[in-house]
């Protein structure tokens, strides 16, 4: 049934500098928000670097007003003095003082500046917080599309997921009772075991036994909570990181764009095993999970 599906896998790869694909509609925003907050970046670090690098020098070969004095009265003697074979910058160019000390003196106050470096950072951190607000608010919108919940409970170390509120209504051509509940554990497979699994997408450190099957194109709400220790549901792919908190239920949605299956890991240093308990989300048409929902229920 699964064969003749076309899958995206979305993991990381060797050498990768960046984000994974995107495949939901968060994750899309987290990436088009670090590009927007990246072109402001630019622009403070070119802008910074050349007035650090201008800075440094125009001023370095800057008369004091020691030698500013001591200078001035050279000239009056017909003396010669460079001031550049004192400094470093005299080991590579033998130069002149580039400014005399009237110029370069110290000032206290430049109200204009002032203003400028007050007003000009706080609209750029403006400019940055509106769209982050509202990526931020967006990512925990309830709507009234939910078709799916799932409960997430983290464990040392392992995932335990549970399909809550199961109807008539969520499988096409489902005839199991309702209410329903299907919760079942996930746990890593072992390296060893990688060699006789059927399924090829296992990967080191990534392949479960259990993976959480869920429909493409469709709202989904996950339930996340932990039955012992910090644990964090992290899947990069799909935009999703909630902390798993004992005695504490979270919330937070999806919608997967593209039938495929996406690989995370726990995000919270959890214990000695926290490196070992991944997450594989494969993501179905609906009817096709339907079906397989079905099927599974039915055992």
Excluded at 274 to 293: C, E, K, R, S, T
Aim: charged share 15%; glycine share 6%; proline share 6%.
């Amino acid at each position: 049934m699964l064969e003749n599906i076309y899958f995206v896998v979305g993991i990381p790869h060797p050498g990768q500098c960046g984000f994974q694909p995107a495949y939901s509609p968060v994750m899309e925003g987290i990436i088009d928000l670090h590009h927007y907050i990246c072109f402001f970046l630019v622009l403070i670090l070119v802008f910074v670097s050349w007035t650090l690098g201008y800075t440094l020098f125009r001023y370095s070969m800057s008369a004091s007003r020691a030698t500013y004095r001591l200078l001035s009265a050279s000239k009056d003697n017909n003396q010669s003095y460079d001031l550049a074979s004192g400094s470093w910058l005299g080991f590579f160019f033998n130069i002149n003082p580039l400014l005399p000390f009237k110029e370069t003196k110290k000032f206290s106050h430049w109200t204009d500046l002032e203003v400028a470096w007050t007003v000009l950072p706080s609209l750029v951190l403006l400019a940055i917080a509106v769209p982050s607000f509202v990526l931020l608010y967006s990512t925990d919108e309830l709507t009234d599309d939910i078709a799916v919940t799932i409960k997430v409970i983290g464990h040392q170390w392992y995932w335990s997921y549970e399909y809550v509120d199961l109807t008539f209504e969520t499988a096409i051509n489902s005839n199991f009772q309702e209410p329903n509940i299907w919760n079942f554990d996930s746990y890593l497979v072992p390296w060893d075991d990688l060699n006789h699994r059927a399924h090829q997408n296992s990967l080191r450190l990534l392949g479960v036994d259990n993976p959480l099957y869920l429909p493409a194109k469709t709202h989904i709400r996950f339930l996340i909570s932990a039955a012992d220790v910090l644990h964090s549901f992290a899947v990069p792919s799909l935009g999703l990181k909630t902390d798993a908190v004992p005695g504490r239920l979270n919330q937070t949605f999806t919608y997967i764009t593209t039938p495929g299956i996406y690989f995370g890991q726990c995000s919270e240093i959890c214990g000695v095993n926290h490196g070992f308990m991944p997450i594989q989300i494969v993501a179905l048409p609906w009817d096709v999970w339907a079906n397989l929902l079905e099927e599974k229920l039915a055992k």
